[in-house]
């Protein structure tokens, strides 16, 4: 069956430094995969789209690569910051119709 | 502000109720898409539609349905028929660009949580 891992355990990291989280896929051929910001009791905010012909995508410190060969995206948040702190959700399609399948989602803790 | 109003934010249920979440976009998007969230779980599409007047069913459509009279309005019922209703609800909109709406961004409401009483 399809499955999407994202780390379960909290990334606890310095402000300043590199969070990178990971996106895992099996059984899957994504053509679109998003990357989004959830803060507690709110809805998601739509960060990153990278689709499956590209390797690379950027957005002021945040970049996302997307390795069709690993099953795997990654996303870097780069000279993180306390207001980074948050859940971060990757979701992918294998369609053009918008039907996505979301990971649970891994905390990233920014301390001062 | 154009964005997506989601309506109550926290509901109750007694068992063998129907209820139904409101979710109101003013964003001119064409798609709209309802989700579940469960603690430690991904999103799960519910239902979605693409244009008014029609709406396909997500991976766990079963004790839920929707309606879609306006472009502006994607209603979600939970039946009675729902046996574990509690859960965090997400409406989200998008645009139907030519390329599809996968190639566009989300654009979510703040949920509505349910709970049985």
């Known amino acids: 069956s399809q499955k999407i891992e994202q780390n379960s355990e909290a990334l606890n990291i310095q402000e300043g430094k590199t969070a990178t989280l990971t996106c895992n896929y099996t059984n899957y051929s994504p053509a679109y995969l998003q990357w989004y910001r959830q803060d507690p009791g709110r809805g998601p905010v739509f960060l990153l789209l990278i689709r499956e012909n590209e390797k690379e995508k950027r957005k002021e410190r945040l970049k996302v690569t997307f390795d069709t060969t690993l099953k795997q995206s990654l996303f870097h948040i780069t000279a993180s910051q306390p207001a980074d702190s948050a859940t971060y959700l990757c979701?992918?399609?294998?369609?053009?119709?918008?039907?996505?399948?979301f990971g649970a989602g891994t905390q990233v803790v920014v301390t001062p | 502000d154009g964005g997506i109003t989601q309506s109550p934010k926290y509901l109750f249920r007694k068992e063998g109720q129907n209820v139904t979440l409101s979710c109101e976009q003013n964003?001119?998007?064409?798609?709209m898409y309802w989700y579940r969230q469960d603690p430690g779980q991904g999103l799960r599409l519910i239902y979605y539609s693409q244009i008014v007047n029609d709406f396909q069913k997500g991976d766990i459509a079963e004790g839920y349905s929707v309606s879609r009279e306006k472009k502006e309005s994607f209603p979600l019922t939970v039946t009675s028929a729902q046996k574990n209703p509690t859960a965090f609800y997400l409406c989200a909109s998008s645009i139907v660009a030519p390329t599809g709406p996968s190639n566009q961004p989300q654009h979510f409401g703040d949920g509505t949580r349910l709970s049985i009483l």
């Open positions: 964003l001119n998007h064409d798609a």
């Open positions: 979701a992918l399609s294998t369609d053009s119709w918008g039907k996505f399948q």
